[in-house]
T-cell receptor
Framework: DGGITQSPKYLFRKEGQNVTLSCEQN?????MYWYRQDPGQGLRLIYY???????QKGDIAEGYSVSREKKESFPLTVTSAQKNPTAFYLC?????????????FGNGTRLTVT | KNEVEQSPQNLTAQEGEFITINCSYS?????LHWLQQHPGGGIVSLFM???GKKKHGRLIATINIQEKHSSLHITASHPRDSAVYIC???????????FGKGTLLTVNP
């Protein structure tokens, strides 16, 4: 079955370390997204990519970086510059833009930084 | 300011009850999204709608463009419907959504 795989499910890091979250999709979708979810808040967009080799900053890109070298893969790096990195991170994809196609989500990675 | 407001924040129901969750948004849209997030954290897309009504099983979504309001209804609710329901409004860009904070629904047997 097609879907989005995020790994790992839980991730623990020490403050000051960079960490990379994996996101792989086999849905053949062009667009991919990274969202952050904090308790009591709506999902917030970190980065998105409309097509391979292209990506755009979302609303809270500071302290994060991404790459889109392959259509299937959109890894997110949480750098030491991110001031409050502990959160639930969700990767998603869509066939085209969100006015015309639904989002498909991975199961998320819960990152804890101490 | 582009906001998406959901009500209620929390909703507890008995199995079999009819459920309504409301969503108000402030920007003209192409298609409003309704999502379901289960306790484990995974999210699934329920509906995308830009006018009228859509139905899938016991779930019905309606939208009133003039009033900038959408509702999600669940008929004959069941404990497995217990989840957080989230509405999201595309805003200008075809790749950005503004998400509501979600409605936590608990259906008791």
């Amino acid at each position: 079955d097609g879907g989005i795989t995020q790994s790992p499910k839980y991730l623990f890091r020490k403050e000051g370390q960079n960490v990379t979250l994996s996101c792989e999709q086999n849905l053949n979708h062009d667009a991919m997204y990274w969202y952050r979810q904090d308790p009591g808040q709506g999902l917030r967009l970190i980065y998105y990519s409309q097509i391979v080799n292209d990506f755009q900053k979302g609303d809270i890109a500071e302290g994060y970086s991404v790459s889109r070298e392959k259509k299937e893969s959109f890894p997110l790096t949480v750098t030491s510059a991110q001031k409050n990195p502990t959160a639930f991170y969700l990767c998603a994809s869509s066939i085209v833009g969100l006015g015309g196609s639904p989002l498909h989500f991975g199961n998320g990675t819960r990152l804890t930084v101490t | 300011k582009n906001e998406v407001e959901q009500s209620p924040q929390n909703l507890t129901a008995q199995e079999g009850e009819f459920i309504t969750i409301n969503c108000s948004y402030s920007v003209g849209i192409s298609a409003l999204h309704w999502l379901q997030q289960h306790p484990g954290g995974g999210i699934v897309s329920l509906f995308m709608l830009s006018s009228g009504k859509k139905k899938h099983g016991r779930l019905i979504a309606t939208i009133n463009i003039q009033e900038k309001h959408s509702s999600l209804h669940i008929t004959a609710s069941h404990p497995r419907d217990s989840a957080v329901y989230i509405c999201a409004d595309p805003r200008g860009s075809n790749y950005k959504l503004t998400f509501g904070k979600g409605t936590l629904l608990t259906v008791n047997p």
